[in-house]
């Protein structure tokens, strides 16, 4: 059973930085595709980022702003958000899929962290 857990959320200012780190234990992340979704409040569930075994796709409201990475040694994955803004407020989780490009489709994805806050604010 495969278990994702995410930290580095919190507080960050509009303009700055945070760094989520997502890490999975029961398993071997190579063999997994691994997603950031976001949900904000009052607002559906979005994937923004996933990474496979050979890429990296990213929604359009982040794209240039935030990246993924991946640690094969470490089974972690990291998203990097740079120029926060308010509108990225949400809980973000991390979650694997066995699928090869998995799209952000949920039902694509079979293990699921508990999520984690991270507000933007000044």
């Known amino acids: 059973q495969l278990k994702l857990v995410e930290s580095g959320g919190g507080l960050g200012q509009p303009g700055g930085s945070l760094r989520l780190s997502c890490a999975v234990s029961?398993?071997?992340?190579?063999?997994?595709?691994i997603a950031w979704f976001r949900q904000a409040p009052g607002k559906e569930r979005e994937g923004i980022s996933f990474i496979t075994k050979t890429g990296a796709d990213y929604a359009e409201s982040v794209e240039g702003r935030f990246t993924i990475s991946r640690d094969n040694a470490k089974n972690t994955v990291y998203l990097q958000m740079n120029s926060l803004k308010p509108e990225d407020t949400a809980v973000y989780s991390c979650a694997a899929s066995s699928w090869y490009w998995p799209l952000y489709l949920p039902k694509n994805y079979d293990y699921w962290g508990q999520g984690i806050q991270v507000t933007v604010s000044s």
């Open positions: 029961g398993g071997t992340l190579d063999d997994y595709a």
